[in-house]
């Protein structure tokens, strides 16, 4: 059997909706499905504050589990250096509290133009959508260069690493994350691959990041997906993953209509069927 870490993501058990489900229940969640650990949702947390951390911690420690990821939602796409001065210091932030909380890495987005302002129609539109008037993609990545290089002096002081998700925006195709990871060129700057974002020719996709991956969101919609869903074939991800030498951890990101707790059970059930073939 090749050895990953499994874990869950809390967004898992939340998906956005009005009432914030607890990072804590999340985590004892974890430790009843038997998982080594969870990557934080940053808009999750109740607070920042010290005392709320440190419980975290805490009871991370008690129930065996590693914090092994801070999400954090910015935006580099955005005209106005002083709006993405702002994303920069909200960046430097997050790494500062995913040192705090004892994370070695953050999700990173590229940020998107938001000229399509609904998820739903975003989603409908394969995650592509066009310029903000007078400006080009090119701009954009040149905004999200520059604003990654802004913040690596932290990233490297700290000791954590900016993972760029194969998000919306910039980074939807592999071209565009390589764009970016490679322009900036550092060992603080690398890619958390979701399984589910590349909606077309997916494993190719999968395949071209995956030498500079570094976290994996394990995509699955038991239940039918809440916004759409992949018919995602794992034995070709693992293919890609062992010719990658990837040895990193494997974040569920349960995205059906499933109870929940019942979707992260099934997940990490069909995971460890698949890494117990040879």
């Known amino acids: 059997m090749t050895r990953y870490g499994i874990g869950t993501s809390t967004y898992s058990f939340w998906h956005f909706l009005p009432e914030k489900v607890p990072i804590e229940f999340v985590m004892e969640k974890a430790w009843e499905l038997e998982l080594d650990g969870v990557e934080i949702l940053h808009v999750q947390m109740e607070s920042e504050n010290n005392e709320y951390v440190n419980n975290l911690k805490n009871l991370a420690l008690s129930l065996g ?32 509290t995913a040192y705090k909380i004892g994370a070695p890495a953050i999700r990173l987005n590229s940020g998107r133009w938001g000229t399509i302002r609904s998820f739903d129609e975003l989603m409908a539109n394969k995650g592509e959508e066009p310029p903000i008037p007078g400006y080009t993609e090119e701009d954009a990545f040149n ?67 995956a030498p500079y991956t570094v976290l994996v969101h394990v995509k699955t ?27 990193g951890y494997l974040s569920i990101e349960f995205e059906g209509k499933d109870d929940a707790t019942s979707g992260v059970y099934k997940t990490r059930k069909m995971l460890l069927e698949h890494l117990a073939k040879k």
């Open 221 to 247: 919609y038991y239940g039918g997906g809440v916004w759409y869903e992949l018919d995602i074939d794992y034995s070709k991800v693992f293919k890609i993953l062992r010719e990658a030498g990837y040895r």
């Open 65 to 96: 589990l590693d914090i092994y990821c801070l999400a954090i939602h910015q935006n580099f796409v955005k005209p106005s250096e002083e709006q993405r001065e702002k994303e920069v210091e909200h960046t430097k932030h997050c790494l500062e």
């Open 143 to 209: 905004w999200v260069v520059e604003s990654i290089e802004k913040c690596l002096p932290v990233a490297e002081n700290l000791g954590v690493v900016m993972a760029l998700e194969n998000h919306w925006g910039l980074t939807a195709t592999p071209d565009g994350v390589l764009k970016v990871v490679e322009a900036v060129n550092s060992k603080w700057l690398r890619v958390l691959m979701d399984t589910g974002n590349f909606i077309e020719d997916t494993y190719n996709g999968l395949r071209k990041i």
